[in-house]
């Protein structure tokens, strides 16, 4: 088993299945989805690093429906590192998988404050006179998956 995988393994066997993640996830409240809270995340990479599940871009898509914000952490009693688990299982699907262009692009653009800075405003104004919904068209931004839609 490598490195990755090891840590992977350490984290999700913390978890206990109890459900204490699901009242505290906000994309679980949103779409009230197992696979948008800890518990089913932690499953999914089980059922990767177990069971040999495939590797793929609905497994790379839930993953990344993850804000990282570590609430189902908090609210753990295992205290199970859910946001460490998630990047390293990013890391692994992207080592496999590669990374999308979005994900690249953005890595990019990341680097650069003051484009960050200057898109923001934009797309600020871009909202406050209702012109988000043509920007949408255009830029993938601001949207989700259908699937994860309620």
């Known amino acids: 088993m490598r490195p990755i995988e090891k840590d992977l393994t350490n984290i999700v066997n913390q978890c206990e299945r109890c459900g204490a993640c699901l009242p505290v996830c906000p994309l679980y409240a949103i779409t009230g989805r197992e696979i948008s809270v800890a518990r089913g995340k932690n499953a999914a990479i089980r059922a990767m690093l177990g069971n040999g599940a495939a590797v793929n871009a609905e497994l790379q898509e839930a993953l990344d429906f993850c804000l990282l914000c570590k609430a189902c952490t908090t609210a753990c009693p295992n205290k199970v590192s ?41 797309l600020s104004l871009c909202k406050a006179t209702k012109l988000d919904c043509i920007v949408g068209k255009v830029l993938p931004i601001g949207s989700c998956s259908k699937k994860y839609q309620s």
């Open 82 to 122: 859910t946001d460490e688990a998630m990047e390293l299982a990013r890391e692994k699907v992207a080592q496999t998988l590669g990374n999308s262009l979005s994900h690249k692009l953005t890595g990019k653009v990341m680097q650069y404050p003051l484009i960050v800075n200057m898109a923001s405003k934009v």
